[in-house]
């Protein structure tokens, strides 16, 4: 239970309801307890910190103001919607956040009635907001809806997608915060964001007004003028004007740590019609010292001591596989000044930031913009470069229409790094890597690459990267590799597996890192075990003398079952007229709630002893 001696105004506040029954007076105290609550529930669960300690007042004003649930409230991606979960019948439970059966990373429908929009990936509350804002206009309800976007958030195609469409259609009951606080995950990069910087370092230093108010304070007349020339030059500077010519009423942008002139301005737009736009400046990770000064870092944290300023030093571990692939590019680029790596906005969690200061004329972050990315890597690929795209599995999504249209139609040697692939954990749903073997293997000229350990995956990125005659992907899952030995780089031979244990009757074909699982369930089972290394093109001829050596073949992968590398081995089989058992093990068809990974691959049946017990349950049958 929550201490009231520590939080006399949070206790209180279980719902909206009680929030709206302060004072506006007390809404500053409330806002310092919510975020030492944050604070201290944060640092002993673990998960995001920096952006929710930079939404507590703008949080509390919306939730003040209006009318919640009844009111729409939509926060993009949902990194920042931890004071919204403790001000939302949540608070008791927020130690769970993340965990097995415990409450979600992100806003989450099934959750709380106050989540109208399950995210986790951004850019998409103002094209969802503007449906909303829509479906209340057609029915005559005054609902209001209001979205929360950051400044990261507002660079991709989509966000900018629906503005356009906003300020055609002009709903009348829809307000855009752009949360401004110079970040996404990473530093924001882009033209958009150099205009919200040179506005706002405008408004900062207050562009003419802050050393004229006390000159003519006393003069009312003249105070009157100057406040409204003031409202007026800063509509007019970019990018107030670009928003206000999208069909917007642009307002800002103000001080996103003041609540009290927060909710003053929020109880104003309310009563507003047509579309507005709220420009709020922010500081992410505010309140909290070694947030405010590095925000990446503190982005994410593991559980720490709020008291010593400083998180736990990582101890001297396994190599990621996404430090093996930073590595790998360093590594790369010494001799290939034609290497170009891509990002969209990942660059810390693809492992690339020591690449990007080693070789920045090679680097390229794109911004929160996959589809554009994709296709600046076809432009580099039609000129001769060799442009490698680094993508987490669950956002490739995002460019599929590219990777089909702008690369493998056209044969472009661009290569895709697919981190994150498999089962991610923690974030849940929306971030599970189970879908990209089977929406890539339906690609003419792809090629895709399943490494299963950490040398696997240096040799495969190589070997990816010197293939010319289309495109090429591999995926990796998140986390650490198992210890091995990284040998030299050589090139693999395209499409061939290798036999790694040799076993009787039962041959388990494994696609990427759960093959160490499969190898300790064939020690109890005397079967044997292949490394496919590649879901396609698949090793047809070692499928065939396998499937003629042996009674029953057992597919395994980290990728949903529908579609995936096994299903492939059943319809070359079902080709060549080769009837025989089959078992597909993988991800089912369901989507795969958080978890540790470790827990999840185990309730999956994916460990050694559920791949023993899947096999038993097959022969039985």
Same mark, same amino acid.
């Given at each position: 239970?929550i201490d009231?001696?520590?939080y006399?105004?949070?206790?209180?506040?279980?719902t909206?309801n009680d929030?709206?029954?302060?004072s506006?007076?007390?809404?500053p105290?409330?806002c310092?307890?919510?975020?030492?609550?944050?604070?201290n529930?944060?640092?002993?669960?673990?998960?995001h910190f920096?952006s929710?300690?930079?939404?507590i007042e703008?949080?509390?004003?919306?939730?003040?103001?209006?009318?919640?649930?009844?009111?729409?409230?939509?926060?993009?991606v949902?990194h920042q919607?931890?004071?919204?979960?403790?001000l939302t019948?949540?608070?008791?439970?927020?130690?769970t956040?993340?965990?097995?059966?415990?409450l979600? @990373?992100? %806003?989450?429908r099934?959750?709380?009635e106050?989540? /109208?929009?399950?995210v986790?990936?951004?850019?998409?509350?103002i094209?969802?907001?503007?449906?909303m804002?829509?479906? !209340?206009q057609?029915?005559?309800i005054?609902?209001k809806?209001v979205?929360?976007?950051g400044?990261?958030?507002?660079t991709a195609?989509?966000?900018?997608?629906a503005m356009?469409?906003?300020g055609?259609?002009?709903?009348?009951?829809m307000?855009?915060?752009l949360?401004?606080?110079?970040?996404?995950i990473?530093?924001?990069?882009?033209?958009?964001n150099?205009?919200?910087?040179?506005l @706002?370092?405008?408004?900062k230093?207050?562009?003419?007004f802050k050393?004229?108010?006390?000159?003519?304070?006393?003069?009312?007349?003249?105070?009157?003028i =100057?406040?409204?020339?003031?409202?007026e030059?800063?509509?007019?500077?970019?990018?107030?004007?670009?928003?206000k010519?999208?069909?917007?009423?642009?307002i800002?942008?103000?001080n996103?740590h003041d609540?009290i002139?927060?909710?003053?301005e929020?109880k104003?737009i309310?009563?507003?019609n047509g579309?507005q736009?709220?420009?709020?400046?922010t500081?992410?990770?505010?309140?909290y010292?070694p947030?405010?000064?590095? *925000?990446?870092?503190?982005?994410?944290?593991?559980?720490?001591?709020?008291?010593e300023?400083?998180?736990?030093?990582a101890k001297?571990?396994i190599?990621t596989?996404s430090?093996?692939?930073?590595d790998?590019?360093c590594e790369?680029?010494?001799?290939d000044?034609?290497?170009?790596?891509?990002?969209?906005?990942?660059?810390?969690?693809s492992?690339?930031?020591?690449?990007?200061?080693?070789? *920045?004329?090679?680097?390229f972050?794109?911004a929160i913009a996959?589809?554009h990315?994709?296709?600046?890597?076809a432009?580099?690929a039609?000129?001769?470069?060799?442009p490698?795209?680094?993508?987490?599995?669950t956002f490739?999504?995002?460019s599929?229409? =590219?990777? /089909?249209h702008?690369?493998?139609?056209?044969?472009? %040697?661009?290569m895709?790094?697919?981190d994150? !692939?498999g089962i991610?954990?923690?974030?849940?749903?929306t971030?599970?890597?189970?879908?990209?073997i089977?929406f890539?293997r339906?690609?003419?000229?792809m090629?895709?690459m399943?490494? @299963?350990?950490?040398n696997?995956c240096r040799?495969m990125?190589?070997t990816a990267y010197?293939?010319?005659d289309? %495109?090429?992907a591999?995926r990796?899952p &998140?986390?650490?590799?198992?210890?091995?030995?990284?040998?030299p780089?050589?090139?693999?031979?395209?499409?061939k597996?290798i036999? &790694?244990r040799?076993?009787k009757?039962i041959a388990?074909l494994?696609f990427?890192?759960l093959l160490?699982?499969?190898?300790?369930?064939?020690?109890?089972?005397n079967a044997?075990?292949?490394?496919m290394r590649?879901?396609k093109?698949?090793?047809?001829?070692l499928?065939?003398?396998i499937?003629?050596?042996h009674?029953?073949?057992?597919t395994?992968?980290?990728?949903?079952i529908?579609?995936?590398?096994g299903?492939?081995?059943n319809?070359?089989?079902l080709?060549?007229?080769?009837?025989? *058992?089959?078992?597909?093990l993988?991800?089912?068809?369901?989507? /795969?709630?958080q978890g540790?990974?470790?827990?999840?691959i185990?309730?999956?049946?994916l460990d050694?002893?559920?791949?023993?017990?899947s /096999?038993n349950k097959?022969i039985?049958?």
């Open positions: 239970m009231i001696t520590k006399p105004t949070l206790a209180f506040i279980e909206p929030l709206r029954l302060l506006k007076e007390n809404l105290k409330l310092d307890e919510l975020r030492l609550f944050l604070l529930s944060v640092s002993q669960s673990g998960g920096a929710g300690l930079g939404v703008i949080t509390v004003a919306l939730h003040y103001i209006y009318k919640t649930p009844f009111d729409n409230l939509i926060w993009d949902g919607a931890y004071p919204h979960k403790i019948g949540r608070r008791d439970n927020i130690e956040i993340r965990k097995k059966n415990g979600h @990373s992100f %806003p989450w099934d959750e709380s106050y989540d /109208i929009l399950s986790g990936h951004s850019s998409t509350s094209s969802v907001s503007l449906g804002a829509v479906a !209340a057609r029915e005559n005054n609902r809806t979205c929360v976007i400044d990261g958030a507002i195609g989509i966000a900018f997608e356009n469409h906003t055609a259609i002009a709903p009348k009951n307000l855009v915060i949360n401004d606080n110079d970040m996404s990473s530093k924001n990069i882009g033209a958009l150099k205009n919200l910087n040179n @706002s370092s405008k408004y230093h207050g562009i003419f050393n004229k108010k006390k000159m003519f304070y006393n003069i009312s007349s003249i105070k009157k =100057q406040k409204k020339t003031e409202h030059i800063i509509r007019v500077i970019p990018p107030g004007i670009f928003f010519e999208l069909g917007f009423n642009y800002g942008p103000i996103g609540v002139k927060l909710t003053q929020l104003n309310r009563n507003l579309p736009f709220l420009h709020i400046l500081k992410k990770g505010c309140g010292k947030a405010e000064k590095d *925000p990446i870092t503190w982005h994410f944290v593991p559980t720490f001591n709020p008291n300023y400083s998180l736990p030093k001297k571990t190599p596989f430090k093996i692939f930073g790998w590019l790369e680029a010494k001799n000044n034609k290497l170009i790596a891509i990002t969209p906005a990942m660059c810390e969690g492992g690339m930031t020591f690449f990007s200061k080693k070789y *920045p004329k090679q680097y972050d794109v996959e589809q990315a994709v296709t600046f890597a432009g580099l039609i000129k001769g470069y060799n490698i795209a680094a993508i987490y599995s490739l999504q995002r599929y229409d =590219q990777i /089909i702008d690369i493998a139609i056209q044969k472009l %040697p661009v895709f790094a697919i994150r !692939a991610v954990g923690a974030d849940g749903q971030h599970q890597g189970s879908f990209d089977s890539l339906c690609i003419p000229t090629i895709i399943t490494p @299963s350990d950490e696997e040799l990125l190589h010197h293939y010319k289309g %495109p090429t591999v990796y &998140r986390g650490p590799g198992i210890g091995v030995k990284l040998q780089l050589k090139q693999l031979p395209i499409g597996g036999t &790694r040799y076993g009757k388990i494994c990427g890192t160490n699982n499969a190898l300790e369930a064939a020690t109890k089972i044997t075990v292949v490394d590649f879901a093109p698949l090793d047809t001829l499928i065939l003398e499937a003629n050596t009674e029953l073949l057992v395994l992968e980290e990728n949903s529908i579609g995936g590398a299903s492939g081995v319809e070359f089989l080709q060549e007229k080769k009837i025989l *058992p089959i078992l597909n993988g991800l089912p068809d369901f989507f /795969i709630s540790t990974q470790k827990e999840l185990t309730e999956l049946g050694f002893n559920g791949i023993i017990n /096999i097959y039985e049958k």
